[in-house]
């Protein structure tokens, strides 16, 4: 773990239980530390608790036990700012509105926030797109404007939660890459889900592997790409060979899930 | 002939079928006159009654009492609705009510309302009221509840929190099925108003037609029925038109630079 950059995200000893019938025990004794400017990925079986966990940390939810703590640079900045695996965009406003949003919430002055709205969806290569409505684009443009709309928040901490997992395999690759980019631009604290190994290793500083239900942190690993990685680094020997270490780790927790499921 | 052109000839042609029809087999004698006069007569009886009779007087009080009734129902109904749909306590406290009186025929109330508030306009406005509350509550329960709960949660997420979460996040997201209950809820009251006058109104479209039919002046029922008809329609067609100024990001693409999607 980096010792020098200190902890962005604090969470000790989590644990979320969802009352009711079933009395699931989402996550138990969930304990990590995410340091500023780190991308750490989060991957485990469906079920596993890893949006749950998000969630948390949005502030979404409030945990059963434990803590959750996201250190403040400034008093006014927004600490978390969500990105969506179904996009989740305002269908009424349009793109550059739903940029806006966050912004505006915050009180600044609409001329303000329509420029911090424009510059990020220049970024992500939509800057003709802003008076469109999200219904008149496709897949991968939505989910770019709901980065867009993360990043004009200029939050503590980026959570995103599959945010390419309802994308086809060959715009989920660009996308990847679009990501890759804005880490090595503006350096943002990253909490990162995915089902995607290959997604985690590309991306990450640090991959957490989760147990299947009840959540726990099986195994954290730690990769030494660096931020300054290329996409060449996917046709890497070294690359696969993580993949498929990383899977080895994860494959009796996603058994272990289906036979719960199959119950 | 324009696409826009095409789409509203098909949508009249039925009815404008029918009129025909009605028209000409009434005209030819097909029909007998005593159940079935002719259509153009039923429509010079409307209007003269209209000019000269009462009926101008009845289409006013039942315009009138239905915009109260309307009004009234459609801000409780949205603000209940939307509590119940939104706080759990609240559905569990309303519920039981809105389960035994939204089934229960409103007309059936009538005799008490009229116990209770004689019989001036108060009884037949309530009537009225009650069947598009309980339609109107309902339906924007339903509406809060479809609010896909990643939308909530990204609203919240980006600060729209207190009366913004309403303003900015919830009205927007359920004002389709929003519009389209009260659009129901107007019909409905419009529906139980015209029975209660029918029962128990000395004036009013409902009493119109039954007058007219005590005295077999089935011309003059037609023209009653055709009034209230011509009503429905222009609720409907108010709604229509409200919508997409309402909704503009339901519009279709004409909005966007460009058009076309990419």
Same mark, same amino acid.
């Given at each position: 773990m980096s010792v020098q950059a200190k902890a962005k995200v604090r969470l000790n000893d989590v644990a979320k239980k969802f009352p009711g019938q079933e009395n699931v025990t989402a996550l138990e004794g969930v304990s990590l530390e995410v340091a500023e400017s780190e991308f750490v990925s989060i991957v485990g079986p469906s079920g596993c608790g890893k949006s749950t966990l998000l969630r948390l940390v949005a502030g979404l939810y409030e945990p059963s036990s434990g803590t959750v703590e996201i250190e403040s640079s400034k008093p006014d900045r927004p600490k978390t700012a969500m990105v969506f695996q179904e996009?989740?965009? /305002?269908?009424?406003?349009?793109?550059?509105?739903?940029?806006?949003f966050g912004p505006r919430n915050r009180n600044m002055p609409k001329k303000e926030a329509a420029e911090i709205a424009d510059e990020q969806l220049a970024r992500l290569g939509l800057a003709r797109f802003g008076d469109f409505f999200p219904h008149q684009l496709s897949g991968g443009m939505k989910q770019r404007v709901g980065i867009a709309r993360a990043l004009a928040q200029d939050a503590e901490v980026l959570l995103m939660d599959e945010p390419l997992g309802a994308l086809d395999a060959q715009t989920r690759t660009l996308l990847q890459e679009q990501i890759l980019e804005l880490r090595q631009q503006t350096k943002p604290t990253v909490l990162y889900i995915t089902h995607a190994i290959d997604e985690a290793v590309f991306l990450s500083?640090?991959?957490?592997?989760?147990?299947?239900?009840?959540?726990?942190?099986?195994?954290?690993?730690?990769?030494? /790409?660096?931020?300054?990685?290329?996409?060449?680094?996917?046709?890497?020997?070294e690359f696969a060979a993580l993949s498929q270490d990383i899977w080895n780790h994860l494959r009796d927790e996603v058994q272990l899930a289906m036979a719960v499921d199959d119950r | 002939?324009?696409?826009?052109?095409?789409?509203?000839? &098909?949508?009249?042609?039925?009815?404008?079928?029918?009129?025909?029809?009605?028209?000409?087999?009434?005209?030819?004698?097909?029909? $007998?006159?005593?159940?079935?006069?002719?259509?153009? $007569?039923?429509?010079?009886?409307?209007?003269? &009654?209209?000019v000269n009779g009462r009926l101008g007087l009845d289409l006013v009080l039942t315009l009138q009492?239905?915009?109260?009734?309307?009004?009234?129902?459609?801000?409780?109904?949205?603000?209940?609705?939307?509590?119940?749909?939104?706080?759990?306590?609240?559905?569990?406290?309303?519920?039981?009510?809105? $389960?035994?009186?939204?089934?229960?025929?409103?007309?059936?109330?009538?005799?008490?309302?009229i116990i209770i508030f004689g019989r001036g306009e108060g009884a037949y406005v309530i009537t009225a009221f009650a069947t598009g509350f309980f339609q109107i509550i309902i339906s924007t329960r339903g509406?809060?509840? $479809?609010?896909?709960?990643?939308?909530?949660?990204?609203?919240?997420?980006?600060?729209?929190?207190?009366?913004?979460?309403?303003?900015?996040?919830?009205?927007?997201?359920?004002?389709?099925?929003?519009?389209?209950?009260?659009?129901?809820?107007?019909?409905?009251c419009l529906i139980t108003l015209v029975a209660a006058e029918f029962v128990g109104a000395e004036y009013g479209l409902g009493a119109m037609i039954r007058r007219a039919g005590q005295q077999f002046a089935v011309e003059e029922v037609y023209a009653g029925i055709v009034l209230a008809g011509v009503l429905g329609l222009l609720i409907n067609l108010a709604f229509r038109l409200v919508t997409p100024i309402v909704l503009p990001w339901q519009r279709p693409a004409q909005r966007a630079a460009g058009g076309q999607k990419v």
């Amino acid at each position: 773990m980096s010792v020098q950059a200190k902890a962005k995200v604090r969470l000790n000893d989590v644990a979320k239980k969802f009352p009711g019938q079933e009395n699931v025990t989402a996550l138990e004794g969930v304990s990590l530390e995410v340091a500023e400017s780190e991308f750490v990925s989060i991957v485990g079986p469906s079920g596993c608790g890893k949006s749950t966990l998000l969630r948390l940390v949005a502030g979404l939810y409030e945990p059963s036990s434990g803590t959750v703590e996201i250190e403040s640079s400034k008093p006014d900045r927004p600490k978390t700012a969500m990105v969506f695996q179904e996009h989740a965009l /305002f269908p009424w406003l349009s793109v550059r509105e739903n940029v806006m949003f966050g912004p505006r919430n915050r009180n600044m002055p609409k001329k303000e926030a329509a420029e911090i709205a424009d510059e990020q969806l220049a970024r992500l290569g939509l800057a003709r797109f802003g008076d469109f409505f999200p219904h008149q684009l496709s897949g991968g443009m939505k989910q770019r404007v709901g980065i867009a709309r993360a990043l004009a928040q200029d939050a503590e901490v980026l959570l995103m939660d599959e945010p390419l997992g309802a994308l086809d395999a060959q715009t989920r690759t660009l996308l990847q890459e679009q990501i890759l980019e804005l880490r090595q631009q503006t350096k943002p604290t990253v909490l990162y889900i995915t089902h995607a190994i290959d997604e985690a290793v590309f991306l990450s500083d640090r991959i957490v592997l989760m147990s299947a239900r009840p959540g726990r942190i099986r195994d954290i690993v730690q990769l030494d /790409f660096g931020p300054d990685r290329s996409p060449e680094l996917r046709g890497t020997s070294e690359f696969a060979a993580l993949s498929q270490d990383i899977w080895n780790h994860l494959r009796d927790e996603v058994q272990l899930a289906m036979a719960v499921d199959d119950r | 002939m324009s696409p826009s052109v095409y789409r509203g000839a &098909q949508a009249w042609a039925i009815p404008i079928v029918l009129l025909a029809v009605w028209e000409t087999s009434t005209r030819a004698g097909l029909l $007998d006159p005593r159940f079935f006069p002719v259509l153009s $007569d039923i429509l010079v009886t409307a209007v003269d &009654q209209l000019v000269n009779g009462r009926l101008g007087l009845d289409l006013v009080l039942t315009l009138q009492r239905l915009m109260m009734a309307f009004a009234l129902a459609a801000v409780l109904g949205v603000a209940i609705g939307v509590a119940s749909g939104r706080w759990r306590t609240v559905e569990l406290l309303i519920r039981p009510i809105t $389960d035994t009186l939204y089934p229960l025929p409103k007309i059936a109330l009538l005799p008490l309302f009229i116990i209770i508030f004689g019989r001036g306009e108060g009884a037949y406005v309530i009537t009225a009221f009650a069947t598009g509350f309980f339609q109107i509550i309902i339906s924007t329960r339903g509406s809060v509840r $479809d609010v896909p709960s990643d939308l909530i949660e990204a609203g919240r997420n980006f600060g729209a929190t207190g009366t913004r979460f309403f303003t900015r996040l919830l009205f927007p997201a359920i004002a389709p099925g929003l519009l389209n209950g009260l659009r129901l809820g107007m019909a409905t009251c419009l529906i139980t108003l015209v029975a209660a006058e029918f029962v128990g109104a000395e004036y009013g479209l409902g009493a119109m037609i039954r007058r007219a039919g005590q005295q077999f002046a089935v011309e003059e029922v037609y023209a009653g029925i055709v009034l209230a008809g011509v009503l429905g329609l222009l609720i409907n067609l108010a709604f229509r038109l409200v919508t997409p100024i309402v909704l503009p990001w339901q519009r279709p693409a004409q909005r966007a630079a460009g058009g076309q999607k990419v």
